[in-house]
């Protein structure tokens, strides 16, 4: 009897053994899905996702290896992506064409409605533009002599004022507050200004951070990215490229909350953990909901916060988006709504892993899901930086590092259709502005000339030069032929010598008596790309140095 039952108590034994072991292993399993889903919160400057985030900034060294959690299957994004409706339909005769910008950082409206941008004129955010301790390297060239603030006429994108001479080293952010007031931020200054309505006077009415000098304490900034004003005149600074946090501050300056962490992990989490920024890039407001968002871009998410208190609200992420998020704007139309737009991928390498594709989207607050898509000419950006939007979402302005442009959208439902003379006169401006080669040289101001029409109204250009040649030769030919007829019935003793003779006149025609297969003719149909580069026109020499490309996406991606 004792034998069975000592038997008995050792299976006993070895079934709570085996429970006891794979509740531990459910357990760890658990804890383990946790920590690959949620970052843990790393100080600034006190571990390796710092050193990483400093690496990807100065856009050197080897590859970044950054600890990649597990990430969920998508469904295919180019399918999705073809799925979204455009509603928006850009504006190629927008601005007019003796708007020359360069790289614009930044887009806004002042309190008359008018079109207010922040650009760079001649600068480049470049990976020699700071040092490793985010200092600026270039401080002896002097500040930019040039305008960099432009208002422009919503209709004609006629410029109506200008000014910020000789203030600015490195634009990024702009905002307009609600008593017209201009706050601008500039990370090689690192520090934010707020401006008289249009400037005036030419001094500002505030300036925080210290010039030239980064830091993290309650007087300094580093690289600060973008500010949000309440009515009441409490403001916001997203600061930005090395902090990693949102500081709040009272209508005098005083500082009255500060939030985020830096979690930098060059990944998109699809349920990242509140509170975390790897780098908060843009900011708009929600009035409505009195909350404030912050575009986390490597993490390409929006994340909203209580403005009341800085607390977590809610974070709005598609993955049709992808991975990098630089700027969206809220519009109350249609019960709320983010106009977002994305950037190149920061995959290095011929084969990236993720399919993306550079667009602008619309997002409903109330649904979380995308609405619809825009692009220039319903193609891509390609570095787009900052967006604007009207607040009855009729209209939508892209700021876009390089090319150096400025876009304008409107809705279908009060868009116009561009007349053919309209088409004709931009074709003719355009080329005119394409022929003129760009100045440069050592320390004079250069600007990038705008090039306002699209792909599209180049090829309707194109057409139509080929359409009047063909016209052309064909009247030409028919003449020759009329004479040659004429010349041969009046003297048919020489018909050889005079067939000889047209025969030599036809074959020294423009194109000749030959088929020629062209561009257009091939057998799997029209292609703009036989016809134009992937710019259309020649853009001037701009690297985007503002963190927007890797490669050469590394070059303009990296440095915005």
Same mark, same amino acid.
């Given at each position: ?12 034994? !070895? ?10 292993? %459910? ?31 100065? =856009? ?21 992506? %073809?799925k979204l409706n455009t509603t928006y339909v850009y504006q190629n005769e927008w601005p007019a064409n003796n708007v020359r910008l360069g790289a614009v950082t930044a887009v806004s409206f002042d309190k008359a409605g008018n079109v207010v941008i922040f650009h760079r004129v001649n600068r480049i955010w470049s990976q020699r533009t700071f040092n490793n301790e985010n200092v600026y390297q270039e401080k002896n060239r002097g500040p930019i002599r040039e305008s960099t603030v432009l208002g422009l006429e919503p209709d004609t994108g006629k410029v109506l004022y200008d000014w910020g001479k000789n203030m600015f080293y490195m634009p990024h952010g702009l905002h307009i507050d609600p008593e017209d007031n201009v706050w601008l931020t500039d ?11 249009? #400037? ?8 925080? #951070? ?11 900034? !580093?690289?600060?990215? %973008? ?10 600074? %997203?600061?930005?490229? !090395? ?9 005098? =300056? ?14 998109? $989490?699809?349920? /990242? ?30 994340? !909203? ?69 825009? #692009? ?20 939508? $302005? ?30 003719? @401006? ?23 029409? #699209? ?16 016209? /052309? ?10 004479? =040659? ?8 003793? @020489?018909?050889?010598? $005079? ?59 990296? $440095?915005?």
């Open positions: 009897m004792k034998q069975p039952l000592t038997v008995l108590k050792g299976c006993f034994f !070895c079934l709570n053994f085996l429970w006891i072991h794979r509740l531990v292993t %459910a357990i760890d399993v658990t804890e383990n899905q946790s920590a690959q889903r949620y970052l843990q919160g790393l100080p600034i400057g006190s571990g390796s996702n710092a050193d990483r985030l400093q690496q990807m900034l100065k =856009g050197v060294g080897a590859p970044i290896n950054w600890p990649q959690p597990a990430k969920p299957e998508i469904t295919d994004v180019k399918t999705e992506l %073809a990370v090689a200054l690192h520090q934010v200004f707020k401006f008289p309505p249009r #400037g005036a006077g030419g001094r500002p009415l505030l300036t925080l #951070g210290t010039a030239f000098h980064p830091g993290n304490g309650i007087k300094k900034f !580093c690289k600060p990215t %973008a500010v949000a004003v309440l009515n009441n005149g409490d403001f916001f600074v %997203a600061d930005g490229y !090395c902090n990693a946090r949102i500081v709040k501050y009272s209508k005098q =300056g005083e500082q009255i909350l500060v939030w985020g962490e830096n979690s930098f992990s060059g990944f998109s $989490y699809d349920v /990242a953990p509140p509170n975390f920024f790897a780098i908060p890039h843009a900011l708009t407001l929600v009035p409505e909901l009195e909350l404030l968002c912050a575009a986390d871009r490597e993490n390409g998410r929006v994340q !909203c916060f209580h403005s009341i208190n800085g607390t977590f609200h809610s974070q709005y992420h598609n993955p049709v988006i992808g991975d990098r998020l630089f700027s969206m704007a809220y519009t109350p139309a249609a019960g709320g709504e983010l106009v977002i737009v994305n950037g190149p991928s920061a995959e290095v390498g011929a084969q990236q892993q993720h399919y993306n594709e550079v667009h602008g989207f619309v997002l409903s607050m109330r649904t979380r899901q995308l609405v619809s898509k825009f #692009g220039p000419n319903n193609l891509q950006f390609e570095n787009p930086h900052d967006v604007a939007v009207t607040a009855d979402g009729n209209a939508i $302005y892209v700021a876009e590092l390089s090319p150096t442009r400025i876009h304008k959208f409107l809705h279908k439902s009060v868009a116009k259709p561009m007349s053919l003379s309209a088409v004709k006169s931009l074709s003719s @401006s355009n080329e005119v502005a394409a022929a003129a080669p760009a100045s440069s040289g050592s320390g004079a101001e250069t600007a990038a000339a705008h090039h306002p029409s #699209g792909k599209a109204i180049l090829v309707a250009s194109l057409m139509l030069v080929f359409a009047g040649s063909t016209l /052309a030769l064909a009247l030409m030919m028919a003449r020759r032929r009329k004479r =040659g007829n004429q010349a041969i019935s009046a003297a048919p003793a @020489s018909d050889l010598v $005079y067939r000889q003779l047209a025969a030599s006149n036809q074959s020294c025609l423009p194109f000749g008596t030959h088929n020629r297969r062209h561009a257009w003719e091939k057998t799997e149909g029209f292609k703009l790309g036989g016809l134009l580069d992937r710019n259309g026109f020649e853009k001037l020499d701009q690297n985007a140095s503002d963190e927007e490309h890797e490669q050469q996406t590394t070059s303009i991606s990296q $440095y915005a």
